[in-house]
C-alpha cells in the first residue's frame, strides 16, 4: 500500500509541477497575496478530483469524444494568450501598472474563475489526471493509496506555491522584480498557448 501511496506521490508530482500555467497563476497570486490560498485550494480540489474521475473510467469516456478535447484545446489558446497579454502589458507599463492592478484588485469569484479557467481550459491537464496517471495507478496494488498519494503531491505542492510566494513577497514585489516575474508569466503563458495551437494544428491536418 505505501509502495502505491509513494508511487502516486511522485508520479503526480512530477506531473503537476511541468504544467507550467496554474504554477504561473498561483505563484503570481502569492506574491500579490490575493486570494492566493483560495486559488491554491482550488487547484488542489480540481486535481484530487480529475485523478480519482480518471481511475474509475471517465478517461474512457473522453476518449469517446475526441471532439471534446479539441474544443477545449482552442479555448485553452484563446485564454492563455490573453493571460499571456495581460502579464507583458504589467511587465511593460512597470510600477504604474502595478498601483492601478493594486486599486482595481479583483474579488474572490474573479479569481477562482480565473484560476478555474487556467486549469479546466488546459487540455494538458485532462491528458494528464484522466489518461496518465490512472494508466500508472491502474498498475498499482492500490489504487485507493494511489490516488491518495496522487492528491497529497497536489496539496504539497500548491501549498508549497502559496505560502513560498507569500513570504517572499517583500522582496518580488518589488518594481524590477514584478517587471520580471509578469514577463516571466506573460511569455510562459505564450509559448503553452503557441504549444496547444501547434498540437491543434497538427491534430486537425
Not at 474521475?53 to 473522453?62: E, R, T, W
Not at 505542492?157 to 513560498?164: D, M, P, V
Request: hydrophobic share 55%.
Amino acid at each position: 500500500m505505501f509502495e502505491s501511496y509513494l508511487t502516486g506521490l511522485l508520479v503526480s508530482g512530477g506531473i503537476i509541477i511541468a504544467i507550467g500555467a496554474q504554477n504561473a497563476y498561483v505563484l503570481g497570486l502569492a506574491v500579490r497575496r490575493e486570494y492566493h490560498w483560495w486559488s491554491a485550494g482550488l487547484c488542489m480540489s480540481t486535481d484530487l478530483l480529475l485523478v480519482t474521475a480518471g481511475m474509475f473510467g471517465v478517461s474512457a469516456m473522453l476518449l469517446a469524444v475526441p471532439d471534446a478535447m479539441a474544443i477545449m484545446r482552442w479555448l485553452g489558446v484563446t485564454f492563455l494568450a490573453w493571460l499571456a497579454l495581460q502579464g507583458l502589458y504589467r511587465a511593460i507599463t512597470g510600477r504604474q501598472g502595478l498601483v492601478r492592478a493594486e486599486a482595481e484588485k479583483r474579488g474572490l469569484v474573479q479569481v477562482l474563475l480565473a484560476t478555474l479557467g487556467v486549469t479546466v481550459l488546459n487540455p494538458q491537464v485532462y491528458l494528464d489526471t484522466l489518461l496518465l496517471i490512472p494508466s500508472v495507478g491502474a498498475q498499482q496494488e492500490s489504487a485507493a493509496a494511489f490516488v491518495v498519494g496522487a492528491g497529497s503531491a497536489s496539496v504539497l505542492w500548491f501549498s508549497l506555491l502559496a505560502w513560498g510566494g507569500a513570504l517572499l513577497s517583500p522582496w518580488l514585489s518589488r518594481p524590477l522584480a514584478w517587471r520580471l516575474i509578469d514577463g516571466g508569466i506573460g511569455v510562459m503563458m505564450a509559448a503553452i498557448a503557441f504549444q496547444l495551437a501547434g498540437e491543434g494544428l497538427k491534430h486537425a491536418a
